[in-house]
């Protein structure tokens, strides 16, 4: 889950809004011996939150 936690400051508030698996860029950055539980791997995304609309204006 990705949150806007600063609220107003550094550019507005914005929606919050989730990221799936599927969207991911999977990296093995060391292996391990075979074994489906071996082995570190990072995972990259680029997200781009929506701007809340103001109510009221």
Do not use: H, I, P, Q
Request: net charge negative; glycine share 14%; charged share 45%.
């Amino acid at each position: 889950m990705l949150d806007d936690v600063d609220g107003e400051a550094n550019g507005g508030e914005f929606v919050s809004d989730t990221v799936r698996w599927s969207d991911m860029e999977e990296v093995k950055v060391k292996g391990g011996d075979g074994r489906w539980y071996e082995g570190e791997y990072e995972y990259t995304f680029e997200k781009r939150l929506r701007e809340k609309e103001k109510s009221g204006e």
